[in-house]
């Protein structure tokens, strides 16, 4: 019986429901439940009150009518408060970064981590860190391109476990 609905009846309610939602999803959601309700109240379809097509469509108004007016009767629903978010976010990530990039100035010679330290770490323009340092601009701008060469083939190599002394 449903699959005769559907089968016959099924494009127009489908499209009435699209229209009325304006949702394809929702409305074959509709339509489902539509089939549902004849299939529960086969009296309905054959009372003579009128055609099954008919009876089908209002069954199909009914449902979205019904959906709409829930909608509204629910209170608004309203986003997470800030308050259940982490006050303090964890630095951990920080601190490891710092280390690793501590370490990997170590790693540079004096010249080429002088010169990150002061336009880098210090914010110092080209004209500032070479007044500081003592050396022309064009070095300055040298060391700091080679400087972070060096620190990116650093960041590169394979991280070595530390293996305790024996």
Do not use: C
């Not at 499209?15 to 999803?25: G, I």
């Not at 009518?65 to 408060?81: I, K, L, Y």
């Amino acid at each position: 019986m449903v699959r005769s609905l559907f089968h016959e009846h099924g494009r127009a309610m489908l499209a009435y429901a699209s229209q009325l939602t304006r949702d394809r999803a929702a409305a074959e959601d509709v339509v489902q439940e539509a089939l549902v309700r004849a299939w529960r109240h086969p009296d309905s379809l054959v009372n003579g009150k009128g055609s099954v097509r008919g009876w089908l469509l209002t069954v199909v108004r009914n449902i979205v009518t019904d959906q709409v007016r829930a909608r509204r009767a629910r209170p608004t629903e309203v986003p997470e408060s800030p308050t259940d978010i982490a006050i303090e976010r964890d630095h951990a990530d920080q601190v490891v970064t710092s280390m690793v990039v501590m370490d990997a100035l170590n790693q540079l010679s004096t010249e080429h981590r002088e010169v990150l330290e002061q336009v880098y770490l210090l914010g110092s323009t080209v004209a500032e860190a070479a007044k500081a340092l003592n050396i022309p601009p064009g070095t300055v701008k040298s060391r700091s391109y080679y400087a972070l060469r060096a620190l990116r083939d650093i960041a590169k190599r394979p991280v070595e476990a530390e293996r305790p002394a024996s």
